[in-house]
C-alpha cells in the first residue's frame, strides 16, 4: 500500500488513533496535521499542547494517565514560578517546559512552527511526521455566558463548565495550511479524520484558508471516526458543547456535520442503530469497536481505518 | 546611624560581605548595586548571574556549596533541554530556571531590569534593595589569545583557561545609572566596593556612563575590601587576570585601580606589608581579617565595613 495517510488531529483522543496508525503503518506513509488553535501562551512560553500531544504519545513519553504531559514528569520549575506571583493554573512539567523553552527560542530565532516541530520531534525520535495545520497564528475563542474567552481560559481554568453560545477561530481567515499539510492535501491517498472533538479539534483545521473545500474535492477515500459514542463524548466537552449549541449529540450529529468532507464514517457498535441514517447523509457508514483503552483496541481500529483507506475497499 | 549605605558588587565575593551588611543594618539602609555585564541569553531566557546571586543570598536560598544557584535545585529541564538538542554547557537548576522565565517574561512585557528585579526580590521575601548597576544593556567580553568571547563563554564554557589581552564593557558608554543606582549617588551616605573582581565585576559598573566621576566626587566614606588576599584571588580569576594585563597581583595593585575612587582600604592581615604603600596612594589602609568563610565571618567584616562608614569613623 503505497502514498501517504494523512490523519487530521486534535489532542489525546486523536493521538490515541494516530498511535495505532503508527504501529501499523511504516513511518514515511504516516502525515498526522494538528489542530494549533489551542496554543497559548504561558510564562511568555509557546505552548502547542496538541502537537505535543501527539509528539508525547508517538515518542513513548505520554503520560498513559492523563493523556497529556510527559510521564514522571515534576513540577519544580512550576512551584517556583508560583512562588514568583506566576499563575499557576496550567499545569506544565519540567520536562514539558523544556520543550516550550526549546520552541519558543526556536521562533523567535525565526524557524516556523513547521520546522521547530520538525526539529522537537528529530531530537525525540520520531519519525513520523507531525505538522501544524497552519505556521499562521489561529487561535480558538469562545462566547460563553461569562463572556469571551480563550481556549485554554475555558477548557482548564474553567473546566469547560461555561455554556457556549459561538466559537470562533480568530485568524484563520487568514492561515495558509503549513506546507507538509499542503503538500499532503495534494499527494495523501486517503484522508482519516481522527476521533478528536468537532468543533474544539477539527474545526479549526477545516476553517484555515482553503482547506475545507480541499477536503470536500479529495479524491481518496476520506474516513472519519465519530468522537461520539452512544450520545456520549469519550473525553471532552464535545457533548456538552453540541447542547449549548443546539444539538442533540450522538455520532449521527457528527456525521452531519461531515457531509461532503467524508467518504466513509465509522460509527462505534453502541451507535449501529444510526448507521441506515449515516449511510442516507451521503457517506458509507462502517460499525466497529471504535473505544481505544488498551494498545491493542488501538492497533485494531487504526488497522480497520487502514483497510477502509485502501483502493480496494 | 542614619542613611543609606551604597554597596557595589559581583556575584559570589561580594554577595558575602553584602549578607554580612544585610545582617547588621535595617533593610532600608541598605542598596547593593549590582553588575550585569555578566547578563545573558540562555535557551531564550534572560540570565542575570551576579543579580540572581545576591538575590538568592539575601533570601537565604544560595546554594552554599557554589555560592550560586539555588540550594538543593535539581536540573531536569536542562537535561530535557539537552535531549532537545540545546546546548547545555551553562547549568541552569529548575527552581534557577524559574526565575529567568519570570524575569524574561516581565522584560518582554516591558518591564525594566530594575523594575522586574524589584519583584522578584518582594516575591522572594528580600527587603533590601537590589538593583541593577543599570537598565541599558552592557555586556563584557574578552580579547583572548582564542580571539574574542561573550564573559560567560570565557568564564564558564572555557573556565577562565583562555589568556586575556583586553576586556571590553560592550554599550557601558551609552548606559545610564538605574533609577536607584542615581538616586543612592545622590543619596547614600557610604559607598562600598565589596570584595568583587576588579575587571569583571567592578569595573563594568564604574564604567557605566557617569559613574566613575560621580564616585571620584562622593564626599562621603568610601570603603573598598580587597579581593587579592597574599597575591591570590579569593575566588575566580581576578589574580590571573592581574598577570595577564601585565601586573603583579596584589591587595596593592588593587588598591592602586581605586586612587581616586575610595577613602578607605581595607586589606586582609597577611597583606598588613602593604599597608603604609596604600596608604601612599591617598587613602587609609585600614588590616582586617577579610576571609569570609563563615556566617560569623561575614557579620564580623560587615561590622568592621559599616563602622568605618560612620561619620566618626
Partial sequence: MAGELLALAGGVGGAKLVWGLSQVLPPEQLVVVVNTADDEEFHGLQVSPDLDTVMYTLAGLANPETGWGITGDTTTVLSALERLGAPAWFKLGDRDLATHIRR???LRKGGTLSAVTAELCRA??????????TDN????????????MAFQEYFVKHRCQPRVRDIMYEGADWASPSPAFEQALQEARAVVYCPSNPFLSLDPILEVLGVRRRLQQFSGPRIAVSPIVGGEAVKGPAAKLFKELGQEPSALAVARRMVGLC?????????QSLAQEVDALGMRAVVADTMMNTPEDKVRLAKQVCGLASPDA
Fill in 104 to 106: 519558543t527560542e526556536l
Fill in 137 to 148: 497564528r489561529v487561535r480558538t475563542s469562545l462566547l460563553t455566558d461569562q463572556g469571551v
Fill in 263 to 271: 467518504s466513509v464514517f465509522v460509527l462505534d457498535t453502541v451507535d
Fill in 124 to 133: 525525540l525520535g520520531v519519525k513520523q511526521r507531525i505538522v501544524p495545520m
